[in-house]
């Protein structure tokens, strides 16, 4: 039997870009997201792909539809839950899913506390994000081999069958620490043999730490005064050293606290008439009081 001939009409690619408007998530992603470099390469590289696929899709010429669920492995605070969100407008708009919705859970929204419990639960989590994207962080907590009364492996047993006969209509995106989602991986292939995108998330320098700051602050109509600045570099450089620093996370932590002694401080001076200037400049108090630098003074 002769093959169908191939469209002799040249594809205009870049006409496709631009319709598709995936263009304008690329560039919000480089304009909201600092650093993240390796990152942004590889979405960029995904939806390249995703776009010529819906390119030979719209020709008629023969095409697998891809596998499009992903693992985000980095640590706490590097922007997963941000870029999944962009991911899921990116399929949005190429048309792989029916809505660019986020859903975002833990193994709490999954698991049930007593048999029967689980599946419904699972179900419901699964008909919310059903058409957009499901984002599942620290997914390794599904899996506690060492608790026979775990009720996890039916999540994840429910998981494994949605990810493969609704791979067209919904797509799951794993995230947590690399090492641990290599032993989740590995003591369960099923997923593994689902994932086609792995994508590592890099901690932020302290450089990019600062800007993330600043940018926050100019979020929140505050500033730094220079004092503060130079303050909480320093800041940063201590707790970058610390346990359970959370990138991004941390930065936001800190930034809190400084808007409320800002707060205090000023209230306690209300007998004095306040400036717009005051009520957006964090001074270097704010950000000394942190309890980091008197314990790296005492560890000196």
Excluded: W
């Excluded at 991911?87 to 986020?102: F, K």
């Excluded at 369960?188 to 994508?199: E, K, Q, T, V």
């Excluded at 600043?214 to 346990?243: D, K, T």
């Amino acid at each position: 039997m002769p093959e169908a001939p191939l469209c002799a009409t040249p594809v205009d690619l870049g006409a496709a870009f631009d319709t598709s408007g995936v263009g304008a998530v690329l560039e919000e992603l480089d304009r909201d997201l600092v650093g993240l470099v390796p990152v942004k390469r590889r979405i960029r590289e995904i939806a390249a792909l995703l776009l010529v696929d819906k390119v030979r899709r719209d020709l008629g010429l023969a095409t697998t539809p891809p596998t499009l669920h992903m693992s985000f492995t980095g640590n706490p605070g590097t922007g997963k839950t941000a870029v999944a969100q962009r991911m899921a407008d990116i399929l949005h708009r190429l048309g792989y899913i029916r809505s660019n919705h986020l859903v975002s859970v833990t193994r709490d929204d999954l698991v049930g506390q007593y048999i029967g419990h689980t599946a419904p639960k699972t179900k419901e989590v699964l008909k919310k994000a059903m058409g957009g994207v499901l984002f599942i962080d620290e997914v390794y907590y599904l899996y506690r081999p060492k608790n026979e009364r775990d009720y996890g492996q039916e999540a994840i047993e429910i998981l494994l069958q949605v990810m493969e006969s609704r791979r067209e209509d919904l797509v799951v995106i794993l995230a947590g620490y690399a090492d641990r989602m290599e032993r989740f991986f590995t003591s369960n292939p099923g997923f593994r043999s689902r994932i086609a995108h792995h994508i590592e998330f890099p901690d932020y320098t302290h450089e990019e730490l600062m800007r993330i700051a600043e940018l926050m602050l100019e979020r929140m109509n505050y500033r730094f005064s220079p004092e503060a600045r130079e303050a909480f570099a320093r800041y940063l450089e201590i707790r970058m050293r610390q346990p359970h620093f959370s990138n991004a996370r941390s930065v936001r932590k800190a930034l809190d606290r400084a808007r409320l002694r800002q707060a205090v401080r000023l209230f306690e001076s209300r007998g004095s008439k306040l400036t717009a200037e005051d009520l957006i400049t964090i001074r270097p108090e704010e950000i000394l009081a942190r309890r980091v630098f008197a314990n790296a003074e005492h560890q000196a």
